[in-house]
């Protein structure tokens, strides 16, 4: 009786991350409905947190979980049926040092983002947390590294998701950040990542990389205090960044009497610091402060004619999007957190606000635009979303949509009910520069299964043109990306 209740009080969505998810090798996909598109060949990527509990110890908190990677080739080798193309895919945990020590023991043994050490205190202090590798994912020539903003990157084979190991892309001093939100220009290939080195003022690390990932040109740059920055934008000739008004006050932590979340304290007097770097020479153009406000991500930056730099958020009245994102690991949520898509004005010669301005008034996240475009204006803005008439402090993300900036007009996918898609990756079709993709991974909660769905990127209110059933659910991730052939 008391398991019946409990799935009737929960949402469809808990089911996906229940119970750890179940790795698979190699395997070939049906296809449920329509056709893969010629044009659409190379491979998806997407990381996310595949398990939130081990040995009956459960996780604190939804970022806590050990990434898992799917990777989806479709058109590319190992081709089933012949050389007729199909998909493949592959479900692989990263197999971080900590991963692999917890998994011969059978039990958790590391502290992390919302959670200390299991066990008694002096088995916390000073102890080091865990890279779960489980926030996103960057596809470089010869390896996959598996990211997290606190530590190395982990590096995967492109094809199997073997670990090879941590790697520090040539450059990485021991223990220093790369984040999970590198920005990648396609025209000049260069990678621009950063990493925050933890402080009472921490240190902003700035990385350039050529494009096998090899660190080329590093900076630093000391922060007022310790904000919490999860990503940063390309626009134009600048890396801009966001430094909302969120603090970490870091003794308790060192000490292991808090987690790193409870040391997570939403300021509003501090404001949101502004900071533009110049990309070529990493070093700092201006700073300004405005409003506060807090940011997990921001859609895409660019120059307008008159100068201005104009970057496009989702952006958050407080913080208590971290409180709804723990609840989430347990299955059953309650606190509102409402993101907006929001463009934010600057002048970059002296660092200050010109505008605010509210583009679109429902709750949204993980806004990116065609990779393209990435530091350009771009026309479309691709976003998850959730439907209309969603109560968002019990649901999570159940739609996705796309923003056109010229007519100021939202295209929404229609998924039904009890569906839940990943963030929407943008492909363009390799026999078609005018024809692109959209890819997402969804839960179908109606019947506990994953999918991969293709929609046509300037059809998204249409039927997707292709559903591939996935062998095992896939937990709800963070980040993806596509990697041509
Ligand atoms: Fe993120």
Redesign the pocket.
């Known amino acids: 009786m008391a398991l019946i209740n409990e799935k009737l009080r929960k949402k469809a969505w808990a089911n996906a991350i229940a119970k750890p998810a179940q790795e698979f090798p190699l395997t070939p996909l049906p296809v449920i409905s329509g056709t893969i598109p010629p044009g659409l060949r190379g491979t998806l990527y997407r990381n996310g947190p595949g398990r939130l509990e081990r040995g009956g110890i459960h996780v604190g908190h939804w970022f806590d979980g050990d990434g898992a990677i799917l990777g989806v080739h479709f058109n590319t080798p190992p081709y089933q049926g012949g050389d007729r193309g199909g998909a493949t895919a592959v479900y692989r945990y990263v197999q971080t040092d900590g991963y692999k020590e917890e998994t011969a023991a059978g039990k958790l043994l590391y502290g992390n983002y919302g959670m200390t050490a299991p066990g008694a205190f002096w088995n916390r202090w000073l102890k080091p947390i865990k890279n779960v590798a489980n ?2 994912v960057l596809a470089l020539p010869d390896k996959l590294l598996a990211l997290w903003e606190g530590d190395h990157p982990y590096a995967l084979d492109l094809q199997t998701l073997e670990t090879k190991g941590s790697d520090n892309l040539g450059g990485l001093d021991k223990g220093l950040p790369y984040s ?2 590198p920005s990648v220009d396609l025209h000049t290939k260069e990678i621009f990542n950063f990493g925050v080195s933890p402080g009472a003022n921490a240190v902003l690390n700035l990385f350039k990389s050529d494009w096998t990932g090899k660190i080329v040109q590093k900076a630093k740059f000391t922060l007022n205090g310790f904000p919490a920055i ?2 940063f934008v390309l626009a134009g000739p600048y890396l801009v960044f966001f430094a909302p008004a969120v603090r970490v006050n870091v003794f308790p932590i060192l000490a292991g009497i808090s987690t790193y979340s409870e040391c997570l304290q939403w300021q509003p007097q501090v404001g949101t610091q502004i900071l533009i770097f110049n990309r070529q020479t990493l070093s700092l153009v201006s700073r300004g402060e405005t409003e506060p406000w807090f940011q ?2 921001f859609a895409n930056g660019y120059v307008d004619p008159n100068g201005e730099v104009i970057v496009d958020i989702a952006r958050y009245q407080d913080f208590q999007t971290n409180q709804f994102l723990q609840e989430v690991a347990f299955g059953e949520t309650h606190t509102p957190a409402k993101s907006t898509l929001t463009r934010v004005r600057i002048n970059p010669q002296t660092g200050a606000v010109t505008n605010i301005q509210q583009i679109l008034d429902r709750h949204c996240e993980f806004p990116s635009v065609p990779p393209e475009n990435v530091g350009q204006a771009s026309r479309y803005t691709y976003l998850s979303i959730s439907q209309e008439g969603t109560d968002i402090s019990q649901e999570i993300l159940n739609g996705i949509a796309c923003y056109d900036h010229k007519t100021e007009t939202l295209t929404e996918a229609d998924l039904g009910e009890n569906r839940y898609p990943s963030e929407p990756i943008y492909v363009t079709d390799a026999d078609n520069p005018e024809q692109a993709w959209i890819l997402t991974v969804v839960y179908d909660g109606n019947c506990d299964r994953s999918q991969v769905w293709v929609f046509d990127a300037h059809r998204l209110s249409e039927e997707p043109v292709c559903k591939l059933e996935l062998p095992s659910v896939i937990p709800h991730s ?2 993806g990306t596509w990697k041509g052939v």
Do not use: K, Y
Request: charged residues 10%.
């Open positions: 926030t996103s999970a939100h999860h990503d997990w991500h963070f980040h």
